[in-house]
């Protein structure tokens, strides 16, 4: 059902994590991305796309919630340049008690708010409270940590207030209990939408390249502060080949990403692309495209971090999935058949990015060695090694070397049929 004649139908919407692929249901990270993104598409239908809102965290040592709250701003920020986020940085505790005093407070400075996120139970709870206490009425959408508790919750609910639960721990078996104990037709029953398609936020003119905005963020020790731009497919032949003018590829298509190109050839593509459009003045002198750094890349990718290869059919080719099937030929036949497949024939992750699962290994800037021990900003390699960061495995690899967590490394002159890269837009 379309969210905006939802919310005309049912002030109290309940919602429940069915995930569109395996991994959504794989993984801790996956669902917590899920729930964010959740609430936040639910809270932007309900606000018609436009309004301030406020974000409450839970506590500061629950990454769970952490997690369900940058996927919540992520997605606003992303995708709804109309709405506004008043406030982000409060911890509700990990009470309903504390939450519903925090609340208070933050009510009292902003009283006109239009929406509020909450980013656990207690936190939901302790909202609802203060809201019902000042007789406010703003959309609120907030995670309900069971179907119980989603019940109690909305029993809470003043009359005539939009609110969105997305339950936290559900298993499809309740779905019928849930909608006969709602027979008040109050709460509507539904499955996380499916992400829009977006536009790139930038595009190369006259190649076709798009690049997606990735906010800051961080990933264990490090630290990004500047938002940039990434590729949203790794550079194809044909993209290599107008700037280039030669194609060193073994797996010819225009479509297919260009391999057989060393960290010095990447680099050396960069240099002419960024020259190319401070040429034509579409590139402000301040500007370039490199490589992205490992951190760069993590970040992007970072919803992808499974613990398991669970789900890597649905988002990159591989060696279980780039040649023919075995069921159809000889094992030998398929392996010999393995290749590289055309960019975007697999799902896309949150910053809308393909192919960061396998197809090709991607060059990223940095040196090979160690991560950081301590939090480090904008770390780029400590390092003076001539072998580089490679990231996302490729057609040939298992599907456990082609996890994004993986770090793998080559010489800067190494030139491979599965080695490729994909780019970076920065500020100087």
Known sequence: MNPHLLFRLFPVVLLAVIGPSPLRASSPAAKADSLGELCARHLAAALEGKGGIIAFRHKIDDPFSERIQESFLITIQRDYPGIEILLSDFHTGGTPETAFRIAQG??????????????????????????????????LAGIAESPSSADSLRKRVPHGQTVVLAIRTWHPASARELTDSFSDQRIHYAAVPPSPRRRADRVVPG????????PPGRIGTRILTDTFFMG???ITQQQ??????????????????VECVSWLDAMEFCRRLTEREHRAGRLPADCRYTLPTEAQWDIAAQDLFLPEPAGTDSLGWHRGNSGAPAREEGIRDSLRRMATHRTGEKAPNRFGLYDLIGNVNEWCLDS??????????NFAGT?????HVLKGGCWWADPISCLP???????ENRKHSALGFRIVLIRI
Not at 121 to 137: K, N
Request: hydrophobic letters at 35%; charged letters at 25%.
């Open 106 to 139: 933050v009510l009292n400075r902003f009283p006109e708010t239009d929406g509020i996120f909450t980013a656990s139970g207690s936190a939901t709870e302790g909202v609802i409270r203060a809201l019902s206490a000042r007789d406010m009425r703003p959309a």
């Open 207 to 214: 190649l076709g390249i798009e690049l997606m905005r990735i």
């Open 232 to 234: 949203r497919y790794e």
């Open 240 to 257: 290599w080949s107008t700037v280039m003018e030669r194609n060193p590829s073994r797996y010819t298509d225009p479509l297919r990403p």
């Open 368 to 377: 090979f060695g160690p991560l950081p021990a301590q939090p480090s900003e």
């Open 383 to 387: 390092g003076n090694s001539r072998h």
């Open 405 to 411: 967590a993986k770090r793998h490394k080559a010489p």
